[in-house]
C-alpha cells in the first residue's frame, strides 16, 4: 500500500516534457549498444546529464513506450526533455561518418598527408595507390599517375570502413561526374593536355572569372612553340610547397622535367588536383592577344602582347 502511495506521490512531480537544463543546447553524442533497452542506458544518460535522475527516468518509462529505442549514435543535449530524449533515441541514427575536406590544387602529397594525419592510413599508403594508378579506372588515363585527376570536394567519410583504394576510385568517379559527365568539347586536345592545364590555371590564377584568360595566354604560347614559364610547375616536387630556396634551385635546372621555364611543352602530370572551374576555363579559353601575363601585390592579373609591355608592368607593380 505504501509503495504504491509513494509512486502515486513522484508521479506528480515527474514531468516528461520539462527540459532538464534549459538553454544548454550543446550537442552530445550518445551511442546506443546494439540490444541495449531504454531502461539499461539509465545510467549513462544520468552521468550525461540528459535525464533529471535515474528514478524519474524509470518512472517516465512506465508510461511510456520506449521499444522503438535504436542501437547506434544519436544527437542529444542537456536542454532536452525526457520525452524528447526518448523520441531522438527511436530516430534514426545518426550516420557515422564526418566531413574531409580535399582543397583545389592539393597534390597527390598533401591528400596522403591529410588522411594520414586523420589516421585513417600509413603515411604513404594512399600516394603509392595514386602514383601507380593501382585502382579500379572508372574511365582511361594515359598520365603516368592519377594527379589531376583526384577531384577536389568535401567527402562523407565512415573512418572504420576507410581505404584509400575505395576513397580513390570515389574521387575519380566524382571527377567523372563533374566533369566528363559534360562530354566537354576538348577542342582537338587530349584530355591529359586539359586536366595538367587546369592544374597550372588553378595554381596561377586565384580568380576564377580570370582562369579562362590565363588559359587562353597557355594555349597561345603552346601553339607558338614557347615555353610555358609556368613557375608552379617548378614547385610540384617539392616537399614543401613555400620552400624558396629549392624552388630557385629546380627554376635553375634544365633536368627538372616540371621546368616549364627551360624545357617547351606541359610537364608530364598535372601539378596539383583542379577543380572543375578550372577544368572548363582550359577547355574553354578565352582568346586573347597576351603572350605574357603577372600578378600584383593584391593578386589582380596583369597581361602583356609583347616583352616590353611586359617589363613595363613589372616596373610599374614591382614584380620581379
Known amino acids: 500500500m505504501r509503495r504504491w502511495l509513494w509512486v502515486l506521490m513522484a508521479a506528480g512531480c515527474v514531468d516528461a516534457n520539462a527540459p532538464v537544463h534549459p538553454g544548454d543546447d550543446t550537442p552530445l553524442s550518445f551511442e546506443v549498444p546494439a540490444g541495449s533497452s531504454a531502461s539499461a542506458l539509465t545510467d549513462r544518460l544520468a552521468t550525461q546529464g540528459v535525464i533529471p535522475s535515474t528514478w524519474k527516468w524509470k518512472l517516465f518509462l512506465r508510461q511510456a513506450d520506449a521499444s522503438c529505442v535504436k542501437a547506434g549514435k544519436h544527437n542529444l543535449a542537456r536542454s532536452m526533455s525526457m520525452a524528447q530524449v526518448l523520441e531522438a533515441l527511436c530516430a534514426p541514427p545518426v550516420p557515422d561518418d564526418e566531413p574531409f575536406t580535399v582543397i583545389e590544387g592539393w597534390r597527390i602529397l598533401e591528400i596522403d598527408a591529410a588522411l594520414a594525419a586523420k589516421g585513417w592510413i600509413i603515411a604513404g599508403e594512399y600516394a603509392k595507390l595514386a602514383k601507380s594508378k593501382a585502382v579500379k579506372l572508372p574511365f ?46 576538348l ?48 614547385r610540384y616536387e617539392l616537399p614543401d610547397w613555400n620552400n624558396r630556396e629549392e624552388f630557385l634551385a629546380h627554376l635553375r635546372d634544365p633536368n627538372d622535367v616540371y621546368n616549364t621555364r627551360l624545357r617547351p611543352g606541359l610537364p608530364p602530370t598535372a601539378i596539383g588536383n583542379p577543380d572543375v572551374d578550372s577544368l572548363d576555363a582550359a577547355v574553354h579559353p578565352k582568346a586573347t592577344e597576351f603572350m605574357y601575363y603577372l600578378h600584383d601585390a593584391q593578386g589582380v592579373f596583369h597581361g602583356a602582347k609583347n616583352s616590353a609591355e611586359h617589363e613595363a608592368n613589372r616596373a610599374k607593380f614591382n614584380v620581379y
Open 140 to 185: 582511361e588515363i594515359t598520365s603516368p599517375t592519377l594527379e589531376g585527376y583526384l577531384y577536389p570536394d568535401t567527402y562523407r567519410i565512415e573512418p572504420k570502413k576507410f581505404t584509400a583504394q575505395a576513397f580513390i576510385e570515389r574521387q575519380l568517379a566524382t571527377f567523372q561526374e563533374r566533369f566528363l559527365a559534360k562530354k566537354p568539347d
Open 187 to 234: 577542342g582537338g586536345h587530349t584530355l591529359h593536355e586539359i586536366v595538367v592545364v587546369a592544374s597550372l590555371v588553378e595554381r596561377e590564377e586565384p580568380s576564377k572569372a580570370n582562369r579562362p584568360v590565363v588559359t587562353g595566354v597557355m594555349w597561345h604560347r603552346l601553339k607558338d612553340g614557347w615555353n610555358l614559364g609556368i613557375d608552379a610547375s617548378s
